[in-house]
């Protein structure tokens, strides 16, 4: 399928790991022109040149997006880079707890991670994509929006929020070219999730591999997501094609969920 964004630019932040890197990845082989923010700057480094050996024009920021003037800084070098029309919302995961025991703190954590920056960023992006009458924001989320985690109420509840923000905003920016989605994994084989499966069998003093099979027995597909087979939705949504398609989530989880829609 044509995606026509060849030559467009785009902003992906937690781009150094795991499924933003898989976006990046993916469009830099669609010809997409890349803006890459994470918190490694020896990461971004590391992929910012791998990507430039193939071709792709790339420039990067070492940020994090919890603190409020780096969103800032990454709108200012972001436009500079080029007019921004193709947005990969981000960061990593919060920490686990229950709704029960979670401190105010962490969930002002929760919310300055996955929340505030996607917002700022977009309230920066979004004059420029107006303008050009194209633009295509996507956010990764998780499939707790659709099914909430137990032990992962910071997940659950913030990323809902995101997507009642998403929601919104899609409708009021549907009839200037805007579209506005998430993406929402299931299990995927990340460096965070090996690093929770780890954790996990370390915990319970079983060898990890009882950990990915306890998983993987509860997916129809029998196994975890690859990063790209998530960012593979991600990048169908900023193309052409998908001008249609706004205000919604889509989950990539191997048919985990078991709700009908
Ligand atoms: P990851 O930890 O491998 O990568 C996260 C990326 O975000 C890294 O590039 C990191 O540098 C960046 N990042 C983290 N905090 C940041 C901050 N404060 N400022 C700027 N950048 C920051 O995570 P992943 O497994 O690729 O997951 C990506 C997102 O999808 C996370 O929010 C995660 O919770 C969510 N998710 C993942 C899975 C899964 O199974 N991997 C499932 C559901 C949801």
């Known amino acids: 399928m044509e995606l026509g ?7 992906v932040t937690g781009a150094s790991k795991g499924i933003g890197q898989a976006v990046a990845e993916a469009l830099a082989r669609e010809g997409v022109r890349l803006f890459l923010v994470a918190r490694s700057q020896d990461r971004l480094a590391v992929l910012a040149d791998r990507l430039q050996k193939d ?7 070492a940020a994090d997006l919890t603190e409020p003037g780096n969103t800032e800084r990454v709108l200012k070098a972001a436009r500079d880079f080029g007019p921004v ?17 979670l401190p105010p703190e962490a969930w002002q954590g929760a919310f ?9 960023l977009v309230q920066g992006l979004l004059p420029d994509m107006k303008a050009r009458g194209f633009g295509r924001i996507v956010f990764i989320t998780s499939l707790s929006v659709k099914e909430p985690v137990a032990n992962l109420a910071l997940s659950n509840a913030i990323r809902a929020g995101l997507t009642g923000y998403l929601k ?14 998430a993406v929402a994994p299931g299990y995927t084989r990340t460096e965070r999730v090996e690093a929770l499966f780890a954790h996990q069998a370390r915990e319970e003093g079983v060898p990890v591999d009882a950990i990915y099979r306890r998983i993987e027995a509860q997916i129809p597909a029998g196994r975890l997501g690859r990063p790209e087979e998530v960012a593979a939705l991600a990048v169908f949504l900023m193309g ?13 989880d191997g048919g985990y969920l078991r709700f009908l829609l």
């Open 5 to 11: 964004i060849q030559g467009k630019t785009a902003l």
């Open 55 to 61: 071709g792709a024009e790339v420039q990067y920021l």
């Open 85 to 101: 029309e193709l947005f990969l919302g981000n960061t990593g995961g919060p920490p686990p707890g229950t709704a029960e025991s």
């Open 112 to 120: 300055d991670l996955l929340f505030l920056p996607m917002v700022r």
């Open 168 to 181: 919104t905003l899609a409708r009021e920016v549907a009839a200037s070219g805007v579209t506005v989605n």
């Open 240 to 252: 052409k094609p998908a001008a249609y398609v706004t205000g919604q989530t889509w989950v990539a």
